[in-house]
C-alpha cells in the first residue's frame, strides 16, 4: 500500500522569508512524486512532479522539491513567499513499480503567508 | 477545450435521490480519474480509465456508486440513492499516457440534504 503524511496543518510565514511545507511518503516500488496547489473555490493545480534523475525539481511559480529516498520526504520549498501563495498544498504519490495508476494524496498543508 | 471540464458546477439534491456528474477531459488525454474530497479532508481516489482497459474501481465506496466513459473521451460518475455523507466535492483528472501529471478539472460540490 502507498501512503503519503503531510506533518502539518498550516505553515505560517512572512513575506520574503522562505517557505517548506513537508511531505513524506511509503510505496513498495520507486516512486512518481508530485505536488499540486489548490486555491479557494478552484481546482487542483498542478505545481512539480518527480519521475527520476535530479532529485531537486524545479516547478510553477518559483517552488521547487527536493527527492531524499533515504528519508523517503520530499519537501516543497520556496526561497521568498509572497501572500498570493497563500493556499492548501497537497503532496501525492504513485508507486511506479505496480499498473496502479490512481495518486496517494496527503491531508493537505494550508500555507498562510503574512505581509 | 483547454482544460478538464466537469458540470455542474454546484448540485443540491435530497437523500436518496441520484444524481450524475459529468467530465470532460482535455482532449486527447487517454486516461481519467475520479476522486472526492470531503470537507477537511484529503482526495480520495474514486475510479480510473485508461482507453479500452477495464476501468480501476478499487476505490468506489459502495455499490451506490458507478462511473463510465463514453467513446474515451467524456465520463459520468452516477451516484445512486444519495446520503448525507456523499457531500463533497467530486473531482475528475485527466492525463495523456507519456505524461504522469494529472490535470485536474474545477470539481462539482455536491451537498445532500
Known amino acids: 500500500a502507498q501512503s503519503v503524511a503531510q506533518p502539518e496543518d498550516q505553515v505560517n510565514v512572512a513575506e520574503g522569508n522562505p517557505l517548506t511545507v513537508k511531505c513524506t511518503y511509503s510505496?513498495?516500488?520507486?516512486?512518481?512524486l508530485f505536488w499540486y496547489v489548490q486555491y479557494p473555490n478552484r481546482g487542483l493545480q498542478f505545481l512539480l512532479k518527480y519521475i527520476t534523475g535530479d532529485n531537486l525539481v524545479k516547478g510553477s511559480y518559483g517552488f521547487e522539491a527536493e527527492f531524499n529516498k533515504s528519508q523517503t520526504s520530499f519537501h516543497l520549498k520556496k526561497p521568498s513567499a509572497l501572500v498570493s501563495d497563500s493556499a492548501l498544498y497537497f503532496c501525492?504519490?504513485?508507486?511506479?513499480?505496480?499498473?496502479?495508476?490512481?495518486?496517494?494524496f496527503g491531508s493537505g498543508t494550508r500555507l498562510q503567508v503574512q505581509p | 477545450g483547454a482544460g478538464v471540464s466537469q458540470s455542474p458546477s454546484n448540485k443540491v439534491t435530497e437523500k436518496g435521490k441520484d444524481v450524475e456528474l459529468r467530465c470532460d477531459p482535455i482532449s486527447g488525454h487517454t486516461a481519467l480519474y475520479w476522486y472526492r474530497q470531503s470537507l477537511g479532508q484529503g482526495l480520495e481516489f474514486l475510479i480510473y480509465f485508461q482507453g479500452n482497459s477495464a476501468p480501476d474501481k478499487s476505490g468506489l465506496p459502495s455499490d451506490r456508486f458507478s462511473a463510465e466513459r463514453t467513446g474515451g473521451s467524456v465520463s459520468t460518475l452516477t451516484i445512486q440513492r444519495t446520503q448525507q455523507e456523499d457531500s463533497a466535492v467530486y473531482l475528475c483528472?485527466?492525463?495523456?499516457?507519456?505524461?504522469?501529471?494529472?490535470?485536474f478539472g474545477p470539481g462539482t460540490r455536491l451537498t445532500v440534504l
Open positions: 501525492a504519490v504513485r508507486d511506479m513499480d505496480t499498473g496502479r495508476r490512481a495518486l496517494t
Open positions: 510505496v513498495s516500488g520507486n516512486p512518481y
Open positions: 483528472a485527466s492525463s495523456s499516457g507519456t505524461d504522469y501529471g494529472q490535470f
